[in-house]
C-alpha cells in the first residue's frame, strides 16, 4: 500500500495517545523521518474516530489503554469496520501475548512497545508507509501460542465452508507453528512462491488478512489442531 495522496507527498499520520509525553516523541519520530507527516494528535478512542474519518490519514499509531468507553482496539476494530484505508501501528506499554493476539485479530499492521526507540516508530511507520507488517517472527509465534490456549478443546466444525485442500492444510499447520515461508518451503520441498500461492489461496478461502486470523480461523472451524 503506498500513500494515497500525490506521488512523493508524505504519508499522513494521526496520533491516538492520551499521554502528552509521548505524543510528543512519536511527534519527533515522524519529524526527524522523511516522508512521515503527523496530520493530528489526541487523546481519547471517540475523538479519534472522529479524527480517522475526517482526516483519512495513511497511518495510526494508537495507544490501547485510553480514557473513555472507546478504547485502543474499539477503534482498530471499526476503522476495519467502515473499510477505512488506513494502516494501524499499536504501540502499547501493554505487551503481553493476550493482548497481542486481540491486537492482530482485530487487523492492527504492526506492534510495538513504548519502551521502543524514536527511530525503532520512525522505521515501523517507513515500513507501515510501504505496505509491509511491522511483526517479529517471535511475536507472531507468541500470538498463534495464545489462539491455541484460547481455542484448545473448542472447536467447532461449520458445515458449508468451503474446504482448503490438502496441501494447504499441511501449510497451514506449519503456520501454526510460526515456521516462515522459507522454513515451509524447504519442508515441503517447494519454492518460496508457490507457498506464498498457496498462503494466498488460503486467505481468500478463509476470509482473512494474515497469517494469525487464518490460524485462528481455521483452528475454530476445526479444519487443523493447534493443542
Given at each position: 500500500m503506498t500513500s494515497p495522496g500525490p506521488p512523493g507527498s508524505p504519508a499522513r499520520v494521526l496520533i491516538i495517545e492520551d499521554h502528552a509525553v509521548i505524543r510528543g516523541v512519536i511527534r519527533l519520530a515522524c519529524e526527524e523521518a522523511a516522508g512521515l507527516e503527523v496530520v493530528a494528535d489526541v487523546g481519547d478512542g471517540e475523538s479519534g474516530l472522529e479524527a480517522c474519518r475526517s482526516l483519512r490519514p495513511d497511518l495510526l499509531v494508537l495507544d490501547l489503554s485510553l480514557?473513555?468507553?472507546?478504547?485502543?482496539?474499539?477503534?482498530?476494530?471499526q476503522v476495519r469496520a467502515e473499510g477505512l484505508p488506513i494502516r494501524i501501528?499499536?504501540?502499547?506499554?501493554?505487551a503481553d501475548d493476550r493482548v497481542l493476539f486481540e491486537s492482530i485479530r482485530a487487523g492492527v499492521d504492526g506492534f510495538l512497545e513504548?519502551?521502543?526507540?524514536?527511530?525503532?516508530?520512525?522505521?515501523a511507520l517507513r515500513r507501515l508507509a510501504a505496505g509491509e507488517?511491522?511483526?517479529?517472527e517471535a511475536q507472531e509465534r507468541a500470538a498463534i501460542a495464545?489462539?491455541?490456549?484460547?481455542?484448545?478443546?473448542?472447536?467447532?466444525?461449520s458445515p458449508g465452508e468451503r474446504d482448503l485442500t490438502p496441501r494447504e492444510t499441511e501449510i497451514l499447520a506449519y503456520l501454526s507453528l510460526g515456521l516462515?515461508?522459507?522454513?515451509?518451503?524447504t519442508r515441503l520441498g517447494l519454492s518460496p512462491r508457490t507457498v506464498e500461492t498457496h498462503i494466498a489461496n488460503i486467505y481468500k478461502?478463509?476470509?482473512?488478512?494474515?497469517?494469525?486470523?487464518?490460524?485462528?480461523?481455521?483452528?475454530?472451524?476445526?479444519?487443523?489442531?493447534?493443542?
Open positions: 480514557p473513555g468507553a472507546v478504547q485502543g482496539l474499539d477503534v482498530a476494530r501501528l499499536v504501540l502499547t506499554g501493554r513504548k519502551t521502543a526507540a524514536v527511530t525503532d516508530i520512525s522505521d507488517r511491522v511483526f517479529t495464545e489462539l491455541g490456549r484460547i481455542v484448545r478443546g473448542a472447536r467447532k466444525a516462515p515461508v522459507k522454513q515451509v518451503a478461502k478463509l476470509d482473512v488478512a494474515n497469517r494469525v486470523q487464518a490460524v485462528s480461523r481455521a483452528a475454530s472451524l476445526g479444519l487443523i489442531d493447534i493443542g
